[in-house]
């Protein structure tokens, strides 16, 4: 999400925020409510559509939202997709998204209030890591053709009683309605959004052999002030990676592996 979608994002977001304080632990409903129109508008593009039309008035598409909503919604969700409905967007699918991340920012907000947030994030990247080794397990998880109540069914066989209710209702979400995107892929960027509001950038970290405790603070010490900023390590131990570690915050991947530098030298003198 780019230019005009991304600042009213950035603006709805920041606006939201106080509402979602405000609420503690009720955000999580709200967040619910967001999560079904989301669903809604998936569902309608004509609906879509109207929201996202530069030509209509914000208070014309405020409107309609009041109208749609009328029935059953909190009043600080309709205020927040009024604030929605008045933005600018470049498309109505990033109308939609920005909505699906709102939704999310409410549930990790109620997870904060009771301070469960580190808990949370955590919970889904124990959960992802999980899932590497079980292909069968993620394909089924983000298969569109699977009946969403299936999908939904292996994540609270697999997590349900044993992690945070945030963590089940997002990693739940996640498989219900994929909206385009993969099971695992859509755990990491929630448990990215957790760790950014939490303040902290997270480092995935590869290695072959557990890290000590010394070592883990070293690693953090130096990515902390490479970025600027706290820096949360999530260390998986994989036997593929011969030496080294390899290393990724967000889209830049630190890759200093054995197997990684034997592959660039085959592969400099192929060519």
């Known amino acids: 999400m780019r230019g005009t979608s991304q600042a009213s994002l950035t603006a709805i977001r920041e606006q939201s925020e106080a509402v979602y304080k405000a609420a503690g632990t009720n955000a999580q409903t709200l967040g619910e409510q967001l999560f079904v129109v989301v669903d809604a508008l998936d569902s309608s593009g004509s609906l879509r559509r109207s929201l996202a039309d530069p030509s209509r008035t914000g208070e014309d598409k405020a409107a309609l939202i009041r109208s749609v909503l009328a029935n059953g919604f909190d009043d600080?969700?309709?205020?927040?997709?009024?604030?929605?409905?008045?933005?600018?967007?470049?498309?109505?699918?990033?109308?939609?998204?920005?909505?699906s991340l709102l939704a999310i920012d409410a549930?990790?907000?109620?997870?904060?209030?009771?301070?469960?947030?580190?808990?949370?994030?955590?919970?889904?990247?124990v959960l992802t890591r999980a899932l590497s080794g079980q292909r069968e397990a993620r394909q089924a998880l983000s298969d569109p053709s699977t009946d969403s109540s299936i999908r939904v069914k292996l994540v609270h066989d697999l997590i349900a009683g044993r992690a945070d209710e945030v963590t089940v209702a997002l990693a739940a979400r996640a498989a219900a309605a994929p909206r385009g995107e993969r099971f695992v892929p859509a755990l990491g960027r929630i448990?990215?959004?957790?760790?950014?509001?939490?303040?902290?950038?997270?480092?995935?970290?590869?290695?072959?052999?557990?890290?000590?405790?010394?070592?883990?603070?070293?690693?953090?010490?130096?990515?902390?002030?490479?970025?600027?900023?706290?820096?949360?390590?999530?260390?998986?131990?994989?036997?593929?990676?011969?030496?080294?570690?390899?290393?990724?915050?967000?889209?830049?991947?630190?890759?200093?592996?054995?197997?990684?530098?034997?592959?660039?030298?085959?592969?400099?003198?192929?060519?």
Do not use: H
Not at 110 to 122: N, P, Q
Not at 232 to 254: C, F, H, K, S
């Open 76 to 99: 600080r969700t309709i205020s927040i997709m009024e604030n929605v409905a008045k933005s600018r967007w470049s498309s109505d699918r990033d109308l939609v998204d920005a909505i």
């Open 191 to 271: 448990g990215d959004m957790a760790a950014t509001r939490r303040a902290r950038k997270v480092a995935y970290v590869s290695t072959s052999r557990a890290l000590s405790d010394t070592q883990i603070e070293r690693l953090e010490s130096i990515l902390s002030a490479q970025y600027g900023q706290d820096i949360q390590l999530n260390v998986t131990v994989d036997p593929a990676v011969v030496g080294g570690m390899r290393v990724q915050i967000g889209a830049e991947v630190v890759d200093t592996t054995i197997l990684t530098r034997l592959t660039d030298a085959r592969r400099r003198l192929a060519s």
């Open 107 to 125: 549930y990790l907000s109620a997870a904060e209030s009771r301070d469960a947030l580190e808990t949370v994030e955590s919970e889904l990247f």
